[in-house]
């Protein structure tokens, strides 16, 4: 399997930006992607990486550096609703499925007032 | 567009007891997942599906059976409950082609074994 870490918890106030590092271990890397949870909803999408560098989309931005097996998950001008748990999962070929994704435990980003 | 259904939202189960979580996906997608969260962890593979007919073990597969006779259904199965399958339960799916294609997951089934 994959180890995939990611901090446990982040606080930041609104308006300000956070930054939220995913390391992973792969024999295959292809693609990673990061999600985003409410407390007691469904994980949803919201960006994904395969080639190095930046993707942007919005407030949200995603980093990938594959050689450093190192991501982020960018968020600009944060609003209160952004309070989450930021899911990081990555795609590994490395035994010949290109359909499964490992999920790191999850950074609870809260913001305040 | 009703996406990943899952039912029921809420289950409380008695140790032994048996039963059938359900899933469908109307977007025509080849591959299901199941997925439990435990608090504080990631999500861990149960099972998943790349098609009707085939299924195959994840990471945490004991104590759980599925079956795939449809494109649309894949149903997970407890059989015996135990304590420590107190988790919520996530199904998934996902489009076989791009490979940036994202995973959509049900709203959860939130099962406790007392």
């Known amino acids: 399997g994959q180890n995939i870490d990611q901090p446990t918890e982040m606080t930041a106030t609104e308006g300000a930006i956070v930054q939220i590092n995913c390391t992973y271990q792969?024999?295959?890397?292809?693609?990673l992607f990061w999600y985003q949870q409410h407390a007691g909803e469904a994980p949803t999408f919201l960006s994904y990486?395969?080639?190095?560098g930046l993707e942007e989309k919005g407030r949200f931005s995603s980093f990938l550096s594959r050689s450093k097996g190192y991501s982020y998950l960018l968020l600009k001008e944060l609003q209160m609703k952004d309070s989450a748990s930021y899911l990081c999962a990555v795609r590994d070929e490395g035994n010949g499925v290109d359909y499964k994704l490992s999920f790191g435990a999850g950074t609870t980003v809260t913001v305040r007032a | 567009n009703a996406g990943v259904t899952q039912t029921p939202k809420f289950r409380i189960l008695k140790i032994g007891q048996s039963m059938t979580l359900q899933c469908a996906q109307d977007m025509n997608h080849n591959y299901m997942y199941w997925y439990r969260q435990d608090p504080g962890m990631g999500l861990k593979l149960i099972y998943y599906s790349v098609g009707a007919g085939i299924t195959d073990k994840g990471e945490v597969p004991n104590g759980y059976n599925v079956s795939r006779s449809t494109t649309e259904d894949f149903p997970l199965r407890l059989e015996l409950a135990a304590p420590s399958q107190t988790s919520v339960y996530f199904c998934?799916?996902?489009?076989?082609?791009?490979?940036?294609?994202?995973?959509?997951f049900g709203d959860g089934t939130r099962l406790s074994i007392l």
């Open positions: 998934a799916s996902s489009y076989r082609g791009r490979v940036n294609q994202p995973q959509h």
């Open positions: 990486n395969v080639l190095d």
């Open positions: 792969t024999s295959g890397f292809n693609g």
